[in-house]
Nanobody, 116 residues
Framework: QVQFVESGGGLVQPGGSLRLSCEAS????????MAWYRQATGKQRELVAD????????NYADSVKGGFTISRDNAKNTVYLQMNSIKPEDTAFYYC?????????WGQGTRVTVSS
């Protein structure tokens, strides 16, 4: 069983940047595709981006293309989400998980608030 711990969120102004981190409790190479998800107040959790086991394939939701970059460091069992040109609509809790979600592995998430 794997657990994920997200960090790096905070309060940021529109147009600013944040780097989120997700550390896994065990080796993530064997997990395969990893993903970032987010959930805004009153909305369903949505997929933001995913990345293949070696990082060669990355996919993004249309709403974040060109602004967000997903990456991973398998040696550190960590997945990152670089958020640039952040918009107010990016305000949400951000979570990581397998691309094929493991419901038991959800962490506490990290909160991103975009406000001037």
């Amino acid at each position: 069983q794997v657990q994920f711990v997200e960090s790096g969120g905070g309060l940021v102004q529109p147009g600013g940047s944040l780097r989120l981190s997700c550390e896994a409790s065990r080796n993530i190479v064997s997990i395969g595709f990893m993903a970032w998800y987010r959930q805004a107040t009153g909305k369903q959790r949505e997929l933001v981006a995913d990345i293949s086991s070696r990082g060669s394939t990355k996919n993004y939701a249309d709403s974040v293309k060109g602004g967000f970059t997903i990456s991973r460091d398998n040696a550190k069992n960590t997945v990152y989400l670089q958020m640039n040109s952040i918009k107010p609509e990016d305000t949400a809790f951000y979570y990581c998980n397998r691309r094929v979600v493991d419901p038991s592995a959800w962490g506490q998430g990290t909160r991103v608030t975009v406000s001037s």
